[in-house]
């Protein structure tokens, strides 16, 4: 494990210290706090909302799976455009799925039988 030497594993005193880097602006991943996939929809909507591409595809997952928000699919697809278009290739990928499963069912739907 990547220890530091003399730095423990004292969660509550590291926390205290990622909660003033979260009122700074960067981002907290990790230990330390209860899962709530509420609150980390808020924190990655708003990390989104400035442009974070990573939390942009994150909180587009959260819309996709109905976990801490409201399942949205329109939403989903947004975020997912956004972070495409920052050049995230899973981003890039998963949209040209999206459009390659709408394009093969139309497909199906206007030539039933081919």
């Known amino acids: 494990a990547n220890k ?3 730095a423990g594993t004292d969660y ?3 926390m205290g210290w990622f909660l003033k880097a979260t009122e700074q602006d960067y981002v907290l ?4 706090v209860a899962k709530d996939a509420a609150q980390a929809s808020e924190w990655f909507l708003k990390a989104a ?3 974070h591409a990573e ?3 994150h909180i587009e997952h959260l819309y ?3 976990k801490g928000v409201t399942r949205d699919d329109e939403k989903g697809v947004y975020w997912l455009r956004k972070t495409a278009e ?3 290739a899973a981003a890039q990928c998963n949209l040209g799925s999206c459009y390659f499963l709408v394009w093969t069912a139309f ?3 206007i030539m039933p039988n081919s």
């Open 4 to 6: 530091i030497e003399g």
């Open 12 to 14: 509550v005193n590291t």
């Open 29 to 32: 991943m990790g230990h330390g």
């Open 49 to 51: 909302e400035q442009k």
């Open 55 to 57: 939390a942009q595809y």
């Open 64 to 66: 996709n799976v109905d």
């Open 86 to 88: 920052q050049g995230q």
């Open 107 to 109: 497909l199906r739907r």
